[in-house]
């Protein structure tokens, strides 16, 4: 299929026990794509969650998603910000590189260049704590493997609409 | 003031007065035995002691359907939570409202892996519309609530009460029901004004119509099919039902098609191929009623009319979708329609009629008789005409007789048709009657069964004597688990690879066994005198109705197939019916 495209949701849950296990249950069960998902407490009076979801599939798939997560009980809200209107998405990433000599030093220069933080550093390695696009993470990332990458860990996407509206 | 508060125990069979509850169906076990104390002190509700947990769900099942009240089921921890597991995938597939309680090891032993313990929220979450685990007894009234308003509001559904040990005897706040609101479950009932006059705009310029309705309405209420009917009639249109919709609309209506599907009925299932207006209501589009979808009714726009946005664009993308009850929806388009004083267009219409009276006249449901053997068609057609005029329910198992049952028993009213369709469930028939005569303790319930499924429950005859439950088992005898067999013919070579019902039980001497009358008819002037008995005796009964071991079930989509692709008749039969596709389809 080739009208299959790439789509950031945006859900809002009670968080409350086994609310994650439903929506990731809904996607394992019903054989729909994750890419990456993200949760955390974003009212901690009201307790809601908030789960952004990147996932991808035709049309009628991601309307199916969509209302699927909307019809589980503890969900509030489920948005497209795909689909409704521009937002904006980033990702952070913790990168652990290895190496001496060249290699160590060629590492420190494109982290200079993509704006990469050293977090963490030996005299053999560093730990560089990124933030972007999913884009911009993979081009850092790949740059990193022949100097010595060793370790990779991602938050996946976090996502927010623009402008003054709220979820 | 602590000790007069009311336990954990207490506030179940509270709440559960309070949601007008007078009956459940359960088993007990250690982890539920304070509810248990509690039932045994008090006598507002009454318990129906079940056989097994599987059982319990199907009996509320049974009940729910009948009478539209939400079902309710008592089971302990581990392995009573697992049988149930199976009824409750029934009812979520088949949107039915159950409430199930389940015990739970205590709170403080729960992940220790202790005795009769198992992770039942996990292992019931893809199975119920929503569970809850309760560890706060002041929760507890609350939960309850809020649970009833999720199983019975939007589509139905079952949902589980998780009850740790603990929390039944704790000490807790009782909340009354009308004081609980749930925070964000509202489903929308009453449809888009602009919808439904945009249905009624489509419904005008229809030429060859056809209304397609499903469970939907049954779960609506009584006052939907009423309004179907009336809309049905008002413009003159042909109706077809699904399998879970039979009873929606008159059967011995003029404008009724019958089932449509796999193996529903010829006419039905070309008007839904050649129709060009395609009104689905409270239907879902399920692979056994669009056959091939990618050849599914190509000239039709489509409205569907449906509670659960999910259901909209799932299989089938539609031109109009209106989200709302069907009965509300059903009720606004027959008002615009009245209002606009709305005409069909009579000439088309009368030619489509013409056009569905010569597919009629094929009679596809048509089958041999003849007075050597019992066919199961000539058997439920004496049962039929044997139960007409009377207040009858009608539960089955799942196979070949099932669909013979709903080709050939006919429904003027909902409710009174109770079946496994989205799961189909073996061993649903037997408790789901034991239900159904729960609620309706005067009325004639029949299962319809198989002498393969009944097998499945068959220990819930123990729960037919023990309430004197005058249940009638009428069993098509095949000696072939008849479905499975037709499939291995049609797909297989012939090659009937573990299909033969060997070594089974004698079912005059087995009911005999349970307190119950037995009666067996093998020749076909038998049958008469067999099911008047089988009608009067005011006692459970199974019937051994000894059929023709080779009939095979028709008309049938094959798999894979399109609606206007049936095989009528064993005669009809291409060996290239079958696809490569529809080969791995189910």
Not at chain 1, 32 to 51: G, K, M
Not at chain 2, 89 to 103: Q, Y
């Amino acid at each position: 299929m080739s009208d299959i495209r790439r789509h950031t949701i945006a859900v809002l849950v009670d968080n409350e026990p086994g609310v994650l296990a439903r929506v990731i249950g809904l996607f394992s069960g019903r054989g729909y794509n994750i890419e990456s998902l993200t949760v955390a407490e974003v009212d901690p009076e009201v307790h809601l969650s908030r789960i952004t979801v990147v996932t991808s599939g035709t049309p009628m798939i991601i309307e199916q998603i969509k209302a699927q997560l909307d019809r589980l009980v503890p969900v509030h809200a489920v948005r497209d910000l795909t689909l409704e209107g521009k937002s904006v998405e980033r990702e952070l990433a913790l990168i652990k590189v290895a190496g001496t000599g060249d290699k160590r030093i060629e590492s420190l220069r494109l982290a200079d260049i993509f704006r990469a933080r050293v977090i963490d550093s030996t005299i053999e390695s560093f730990v560089f704590e990124m933030t972007g696009s999913t884009e911009k993470l993979d081009a850092f990332i790949g740059l990193m493997r022949p100097l010595g990458l060793v370790d990779v860990s991602r938050t996946g996407v976090v996502a927010i609409s623009r402008g003054a509206q709220a979820l | 003031m602590t000790d007069q508060q009311p336990n954990g125990a207490e506030i179940v069979i509270k709440a559960l007065v309070d949601q007008g509850v007078d009956v459940i169906f359960g088993y007990p076990g250690g982890a539920v035995l304070p509810v248990y104390d509690a039932l045994f002190k008090q006598n507002r509700v009454r318990h129906i002691l079940v056989r097994h947990e599987q059982a319990a769900v199907h009996a509320a099942e049974g009940y729910a359907r009948s009478t539209g009240k939400v079902g309710v089921v008592l089971v302990t921890s581990g392995p009573g939570a697992t049988n149930a597991v199976t009824g409750l995938t029934d009812a979520l597939m088949d949107s039915i409202p159950i409430i199930c309680f389940t015990g739970q090891v205590p709170t403080h032993l729960i992940g220790n892996d202790a005795f009769q313990e198992a992770d039942t929220t996990g292992i019931t979450r893809p199975c119920t519309k929503h569970n809850y685990l309760v560890k706060d007894v002041n929760q507890l009234a609350r939960t309850i609530h809020e649970a009833f308003h999720v199983a019975r509001s939007g589509r139905p559904g079952p949902v589980v009460i998780d009850l740790p040990k603990d929390v039944q005897f704790a000490p807790g706040t009782y909340v009354a029901r009308e004081d609980v609101v749930h925070r964000t479950y509202r489903p929308q009932t009453e449809p888009d004004p602009k919808a439904v006059a945009a249905a009624v705009d489509m419904l005008e310029q229809a030429k060859r119509p056809v209304f397609y309705v499903g469970g939907g309405v049954i779960n609506s209420g009584p006052e939907a099919s009423k309004a179907l009917t009336e809309l049905v009639r008002t413009t003159g249109y042909p109706c077809t039902m699904t399998l879970m919709g039979l009873g929606a609309y008159p059967a011995s209506d003029p404008q009724s098609l019958g089932m449509l599907g796999m193996h529903g009925s010829y006419e039905a299932n070309l008007v839904m191929h050649g129709c060009d207006l395609m009104v689905a209501v409270g239907s879902r589009f399920d692979d056994r009623v669009t056959g091939n979808l990618t050849k599914f009714s190509p000239g039709s726009r489509k409205i569907h009319i449906d509670i659960d946005p999910s259901s909209i664009n799932k299989n089938v993308r539609v031109d109009l979708p209106i989200i709302g009850d069907a009965g509300a929806t059903i009720a606004a388009i027959l008002a615009e329609w009245k209002r606009r004083k709305a005409k069909p267009d009579r000439v088309a219409l009368k030619a489509w009629w013409k056009q569905i009276e010569e597919w009629r006249a094929r009679d596809c449901f048509r089958y041999e008789a003849t007075d050597r053997v019992i066919k199961p068609q000539y058997a439920l057609e004496r049962l039929y005409a044997a139960t007409r005029g009377r207040e009858t329910f009608i539960t089955t198992e799942v196979g070949q007789h099932q669909m013979w049952a709903a080709q050939f028993l006919k429904f003027e009213q909902p409710n009174r048709w109770m079946t496994s369709g989205g799961l189909g469930t073996m061993g649903y028939g037997l408790p789901a009657a034991m239900g159904v005569q729960i609620a309706h303790p005067d009325a004639l319930v029949i299962d319809v069964a198989g002498e393969a499924s009944i097998l499945m429950n068959i220990q819930e005859m123990s729960t037919l004597a023990q309430y004197r439950l005058p249940v009638k088992i009428f069993i098509l005898n095949n000696q072939w688990m008849g479905m499975v067999r037709q499939w291995q013919e049609l797909l297989h070579g012939a090659r009937y690879s573990e299909s033969y019902s060997d070594s089974l039980p004698d079912f005059v001497k087995l009911a005999e066994a349970f307190g119950a009358v037995g009666l067996r008819a093998t020749k076909v002037d038998e049958l008469d005198a067999v099911i008047k008995e089988m009608i009067e005796t005011p006692r459970p009964v199974i019937v051994d109705c000894c059929v023709d071991q080779k009939e095979n079930c028709f008309p049938m989509i094959p798999s894979g197939a399109a609606h206007n692709e049936m095989l009528l008749g064993p005669g009809d039969r291409r060996e290239s019916s079958v696809s490569d596709e529809g080969m791995v389809l189910v």
